[in-house]
């Protein structure tokens, strides 16, 4: 199927767009107008764009069906300050209470359950129940149209963040990802949570690059059991490895045993084997697996 976005309705476009972009971290952004209103609101499109300096940014986008803008861009025009707050599963169901387009001048923190917690540097208040609270100076609002659905770009850069001690590591100076289950946006209703069901490494070369998967060997590379994942984990080392005489694994032992009459039969089963090690992320006996036969 083949979308044309420019032949479709601006609300078509969302869905579309909201179910294939995702999942997306939720900013639920605190402000506070001239008059010392305070607003809070949720925004799904947000992201981290620079570390020198630090830099986020989300967008308060128009509406698709009057066009009119949140009370939280008209805020930062008024104060540029924000404090973001970052949304996990413990405070998902209050901040989808707080995206209710409630009147101007009604306090969210209110009707939502938060509790206002003061910043250190900026007006806005922080939201008590968050366990990363980032007081932010709004650096530039960039607006990407004047249609309903349009964006706007609040670029803001960070001041100082707010961390929770239960959710660091043991040694107390980072944040273990496996305490912090975020929540995330997807289209529709849809939402999805991070927590470590469903949490993976994924090793990266860094200094040193990875081989690609085309210098791995041809029946490695041309393997019908090895999927793009597990030749991707095998390219992703940065020198071609060499056979272990030390390597011993009971399992390899008994499928050269059992397959020796059927050399294509045991080629299957060592990149059965093989796979099943990809998948425990154990590259390097996987590696020691598929060289067997080389």
């Known amino acids: 199927m083949q979308i044309t976005l420019s032949e479709i309705s601006p609300a078509q476009c969302q869905q579309w767009l909201q179910h294939a972009i995702a999942p997306r971290p939720i900013c639920l952004a605190s402000t506070i107008n001239a008059a010392g209103q305070v607003n809070l609101s949720p925004f ?20 698709m069906r009057d066009n009119t803008t949140k009370h939280t861009l008209e805020n930062v025009f008024e104060v540029p300050e924000v404090v973001i707050n970052i949304v996990d599963d413990d405070m998902v169901q209050q901040v989808s209470l707080a995206s209710c387009e409630f009147p101007k001048g009604v306090n969210e923190f209110i009707k939502a359950g938060f509790s206002e917690e003061p910043a250190t540097l900026v007006k806005p208040p922080m939201v008590k129940e968050s366990k990363i609270k980032m007081e932010c100076r709004v650096i530039e609002v960039k ?144 590696w020691q697996v598929l060289l067997s036969l080389q």
């Open 143 to 286: 607006p990407l149209g004047t249609k309903g659905g349009a964006g706007n770009l609040v670029i803001c850069e960070i001041l100082r963040m707010h961390v929770a001690d239960s959710i660091l590591n043991e040694r107390g100076d980072m944040i273990e990802q496996q305490k912090l289950h975020h929540v995330a946006r997807l289209g529709g209703h849809w939402y999805c949570r991070v927590d470590t069901s469903n949490l993976f490494e994924v090793e990266k070369p860094n200094t040193q690059l990875g081989i690609g998967i085309d210098a791995l060997p041809e029946n490695i590379r041309n393997s019908t059991i090895l999927s793009g994942n597990d030749l991707g984990q095998l390219g992703n080392i940065h020198e071609l490895p060499m056979v272990d005489p030390a390597f011993d694994d009971e399992r390899l032992r008994s499928i050269f045993q059992y397959y020796a009459i059927d050399p294509k039969e045991m080629e299957k089963e060592l990149h059965l084997y093989a796979k099943s090690l990809l998948q425990q992320h154990k590259t390097m006996d996987a």
């Open 44 to 63: 799904s499109f947000f992201n981290l764009f620079s570390m020198v300096p630090p830099i986020v940014i989300f967008s308060a986008s128009r509406r």
